[in-house]
């Protein structure tokens, strides 16, 4: 599967997913948590634990598995370098 983005983090929980800054990777994980407004959602890193990633900070989750329900960016369907 090609990574895309996810608009609605709130489609997130228990989803496995990369982190992006301004197209950069900054990791991935499972998505532990994730607030009713979905501005914001908690990751669990493999052997770095949990950590907290806010829309307001440029931040931008992309699917690593393909699940019902999410809502992806119109121009999705770019792979992943």
Known sequence: MDRRR???WT???GAQVE???QG?????GH???V???GSILWLQIPGLG???YEKSEFYEAWALEERVGFH???SAGIAAA
């Open 6 to 8: 996810i608009t609605d």
């Open 11 to 13: 489609t997130l929980l």
């Open 19 to 21: 982190i992006r800054q």
């Open 24 to 28: 950069d990777a900054v990791c991935s």
């Open 31 to 33: 998505v532990d948590a």
């Open 35 to 37: 607030t009713d407004d």
């Open 50 to 52: 949990r950590k907290l």
């Open 72 to 74: 992806y960016r119109v």
